[in-house]
């Protein structure tokens, strides 16, 4: 029933973003995405979405998702499923001129003390050079941050570099259309806050109640299948020549070998009791 | 206190073992008696340490879920506890402490995995996907069966090596202090009669939490194959028990195979994939 009239979408939604559903006509926002770390440690303790869900323009629901916590909206359950960085960030640090400059996307701050000034275009949350010379990313998890950063005077582009967080010694900059190694630059990015997306998984199971009927059900057959066994017993009582004839007879419907010895002791007993 | 607790509880196993072979050896019932005694005394301070973890654990930030069951060390610590509780109740009123020469040696190994584990031994970061009630649900029933299955095969290595015994006519010491075939047959039976719908309640309780943590409740992943395939196997067992009337070797040898298959499920398939598993410490 489900693989029929069900569906399962992936929506992967950057913070402060609005995805509309392919299979309902439903708005999801992500308001923002929270990764929290042990202390200490790169392992993460919390992955939560705020989410709402917003049905022609009027929210219906409302929740912050976690892993383990699906928002449940109109027979759909929205899942925490992945998370990853975009190609863009909030703010980038960048260390120039014996300064460090807080830059936003696409902002262009003046250099103090120089005739330059800077500006912090785009964000690669695995940055990796490809076998044409482009920029790319390897996945979006952040294993190495990289941002692209123009120098301009009075408007006009002067360089373009990309510059690494983790290798502040290996800035990449473009000759024809080719990224290569520029000399070791005397600036370097210091840190990049990225905007993060979550995947959210949404899905519809119209078959999910059948499923867990039916589980029931099979373990309840089970067990009476395997547990409840039927046994009668059928005692005559019949006149022979003057006396009484006792008959027993015995049937199990499981485990021939268990009746067996309950039927002994039983008939052994009332033979025992008859004389 | 928890490391003393548990201390006390690791040697008391070691110390109920040395002594369930000295009763093989010597045929002294005392020793036997302490055994049990030894390892009734075992289970009390291994409940009681996994009690302070669990109290010390709970006030870790996101650990309000945390069970004493959620890595390599605990998850192999709590399974020689209920190995051997299980073993407790099983010789509750059998005159055969002899089985304990077979069960207490697999509950120990169980310890033994669990002191070398080789992601040490404090209290885990919880990931995301453990962080949930279903942990002190799903996990327990499955490790009851589990536990109890390893039980079975303790008594089922007893019955084999009974048999042997009778049949090549060189009885040793063991052998006296053996219940007879039937017994032993019908103690394996038992074992699996309670642990296979446990087993299957486990099953379906953990379908119910992958709907919740995962969006589906079945997805083929391969903890999730290799439990259907445990499932199955004692399924059979039964089958053939009940219907076709299997008694004896054949149902031994199938009680150790279902064993061997439970043995992949739950240490073997952690290799295979990083899904599922907790011996990847991702316990995705």
């Given at each position: ?31 923002n ?43 759909l ?17 960048l ?28 964000f ?60 070791p ?14 995947g ?48 027993v007879?015995g ?25 | 206190?928890?490391?003393?607790f ?14 369930y ?28 340490s ?75 970061n ?17 490790f ?17 090596l ?37 087993l ?21 992943d391969?903890?999730?194959t ?14 053939m ?44």
């Amino acid at each position: 029933m489900g693989a029929m009239y069900g569906f399962e979408e992936m929506l992967p939604i950057a913070e402060g973003s609005t995805v509309r559903m392919k299979n309902r006509p439903l708005d999801v926002t992500l308001t923002n995405f929270d990764i929290e770390y042990y202390k200490g440690t790169g392992s993460p303790s919390v992955y939560a979405s705020n989410l709402v869900v917003q049905e022609n323009g009027k929210e219906i629901a409302r929740k912050r998702i976690v892993v383990n916590d699906p928002l449940d909206i109109k027979r759909l359950r929205f899942y925490q499923a992945s998370w990853g960085m975009t190609r863009d960030f909030h703010s980038a640090i960048l260390h120039v001129a014996g300064k460090n400059l807080a830059l936003k996307q696409n902002e262009i701050v003046a250099i103090p003390g120089t005739p330059l000034s800077v500006r912090a275009n785009e964000f690669l949350p695995s940055f990796s050079v490809d076998a044409a010379g482009n920029a790319t990313t390897l996945d979006y998890e952040g294993k190495n941050p990289a941002v692209q950063v123009d120098f301009l005077i009075k408007d006009a582009v002067k360089a373009r570099v990309w510059l690494q967080k983790n290798n502040p010694h290996e800035a990449f900059q473009i000759q024809g259309n080719r990224l290569v190694p520029a000399a070791p630059p005397p600036f370097f990015l210091v840190d990049v806050d990225p905007v993060l997306f979550s995947g959210i998984q949404a899905g519809f199971d119209p078959g999910a109640p059948l499923f867990w009927f039916g589980s029931m059900w099979l373990l309840v057959g089970l067990c009476m299948h395997f547990y409840l066994h039927q046994r009668r017993i059928r005692v005559e009582l019949v006149p022979f020549e003057g006396e009484t004839r006792v008959t027993v007879i015995g049937w199990n419907s499981r485990i021939p070998a268990d009746f067996d010895k309950d039927f002994r002791s039983w008939t052994g007993q009332i033979k025992k009791a008859l004389e | 206190m928890e490391r003393l607790f548990f201390g006390v509880a690791y040697a008391a196993y070691a110390v109920a073992l040395s002594l369930y072979v000295g009763y093989a050896i010597f045929r002294r019932e005392n020793l036997a008696k302490t055994a049990r005694g030894v390892l009734i005394l075992a289970v009390l301070t291994h409940a009681i340490s996994l009690i302070i973890r669990t109290t010390i654990a709970r006030q870790m930030p996101q650990h309000g879920w945390y069970v004493p069951w959620s890595n390599w060390f605990e998850s192999f610590s709590f399974f020689g506890l209920v190995i051997i509780f299980e073993y407790l109740i099983i010789q509750w009123g059998r005159e055969a402490p002899i089985l304990g020469v077979f069960i207490t040696p697999l509950a120990f190994l169980s310890m033994v995995m669990a002191i070398n584990s080789p992601f040490g031994t404090q209290i885990p970061n919880l990931p995301p996907a453990l962080q949930s009630y279903w942990m002190a649900i799903h996990v327990p029933v499955m490790f009851t069966s589990y536990a109890a299955f390893t039980n079975a095969f303790g008594v089922g290595l007893a019955y084999l090596l009974q048999e042997h015994q009778l049949k090549s006519r060189h009885p040793s010491s063991v052998m006296f202090r053996l219940p007879a075939l039937d017994e032993l047959d019908h103690l394996i039976y038992r074992i699996i009669w309670v642990a296979f719908p446990l087993l299957t309640l486990g099953v379906l309780l953990g379908a119910r939490w992958a709907y919740d943590a995962w969006g589906r409740y079945w997805g083929w992943d391969p903890k999730e194959t290799w439990a259907f395939i445990t499932w199955l196997t004692f399924l059979i067992y039964l089958h053939m028990r009940l219907v076709v009337g299997w008694r004896g070797r054949k149902s031994a040898y199938l009680s150790l195979v279902g064993f061997g298959i439970v043995m992949m499920t739950y240490i073997g398939v952690n290799y295979l994939s990083p899904l599922h598993g907790f011996l990847s410490n991702s316990g995705k």
